[in-house]
């Protein structure tokens, strides 16, 4: 098997000991580019790092005969066997395979919507609880910025995040999560988060726009339906520290209100 | 705080949902390329993801004056504040300030030593019987390649690794590791790998060249003196599926021995 060569770095070739002989030995994140949505893949955790989606009303608008039932979990063959994360990590693990970008978001055609099936799409989430229910209502609650409160274009990054713990016996702080498959490949998020940038016209705005920007995080682990959203309500710069991504630049950051300042945070069961 | 801009990638801005608007959220894997050594930072286990170094007889030498008592451990500010391995988050967290590329392969300028001790090259290390003993041991058995075995270049991957143990009560696999700092930081790595490519002239090898290749992954633990080296020589492979990382191109592997093949593999303690 020959290995994909790594993604190549303008300044490496010049400099004094990384060479030509010697590439760039990675993280590769490799970048995935679907026609519903974008993805990064995470090599050492075999989930996504998040995936991006640009919800509009013509984007969740049902293509004709686009049938959930045809589509088949698939393993993504665009990554390299040795990281690749593989059906059979799944079987008997105990966690759905849960989709960043939701299947209900894609079903314009059934390529788009098989494409959410993808491995590369995919982390460990509980199921009862979570993935079926509190956090399937949430994006439902997206799709709703776009449906039901007039927002244009809504951008989603979903993606896995793990948090430390504090250990009460001994002060520190330890973050600990399982890895499914035999042997071990896949890692179990022990979170998830959505940062939502919603945008509509608004005159009285710089460039006639409105942004709003919302980061939630959530644990991957049954939720009440009862508990509010905003329980979840993280400032985004806490959500870069602990994912080490960053999403959006500076100035939609500077330009944005805060989500749950323009829309009802209110997630419908 | 304006953040950097991610890295550019060729494919990004043609494709149908990632725009400039919205850039690569990363993980942005900073490339840093230093006199005596190449890194590459990981940005939400804040310790790099590897360091590379390219060992000769001539990169040994110790210059003029040159002197360890007068470098200082530093922050690297080529890391965007938000990213950064902080002084503070070493302070009293019980673990060394470990070198990936060790100072004593840096001495032929204050300037090259003095790059070694930047957190960015750094990654929290049990001291006692490991960094301070059987660490040391091992990268004192690095140079030797090159100053009683003769090889003429010495490349040597080193960096943290987390690896899964399987809980005896409920058989599944778990990853498990401290955070230090206050607020929690950097991540301590369970183990630490280095990957060895040592090369010197061999008419009857292909380019005139022998490459012995040895990967060798140690727990972050106190080891005894006389455990054997070989002890954690692993397969390049695997040690690439753990870290996610690809190490040195296809052909160069193929044309490799292994390193304990052509090289006592025996520390001197
Ligand atoms: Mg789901
Ligand atoms: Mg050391």
Not at 69 to 93: G, H
């Amino acid at each position: 098997l020959r290995l994909k060569p790594p993604v190549p770095l303008p300044a490496w070739k010049s400099q004094p000991i990384v060479t030509q002989k010697i590439p760039n030995a990675g993280p590769i994140a490799d970048l995935l580019q679907r026609k519903a949505y974008s993805s990064s893949f995470n090599r050492q955790l075999r989930h996504p790092s998040w995936v991006l989606e640009h919800i509009t009303k013509e984007t969740l608008i049902r293509g004709e005969g686009v049938d959930r039932s045809k589509s088949r979990f698939q393993e993504d063959k665009d990554i390299p066997e040795k990281f690749r994360a593989k059906l059979l990590d799944y079987v008997r693990s105990g966690y759905d395979r849960g989709h960043m970008a939701p299947a209900a978001d894609a079903k314009t055609t059934q390529e788009t919507l098989n494409e959410t099936f993808l491995l590369t799409n995919i982390a460990p989430q509980v199921g009862n609880g979570f993935n079926r229910d509190y956090w399937a209502h949430f994006e439902e609650f997206c799709r709703r910025l776009v449906t039901n409160e007039e927002f244009k274009d809504v951008y989603v990054f979903t993606g896995p995040a793990y948090l430390p713990k504090k250990d009460e016996t001994d002060q520190k702080f330890y973050v600990k999560y399982e890895i499914i498959g035999n042997p071990p490949n896949i890692a179990v998020p022990t979170h998830f988060f959505k940062v939502i940038l919603a945008t509509k016209d608004d005159p009285s705005k710089p460039e006639g726009e409105l942004h709003a920007l919302g980061a939630f995080l959530l644990p991957n682990d049954r939720i009440s339906n009862t508990t509010p959203l905003q329980t979840f309500d993280v400032p985004l710069d806490a959500l870069e520290r602990v994912t080490g991504l960053t999403f959006f630049d500076q100035a939609i950051k500077d330009s944005s209100i805060h989500l749950c300042k323009v829309s009802k945070c209110i997630l419908v069961a």
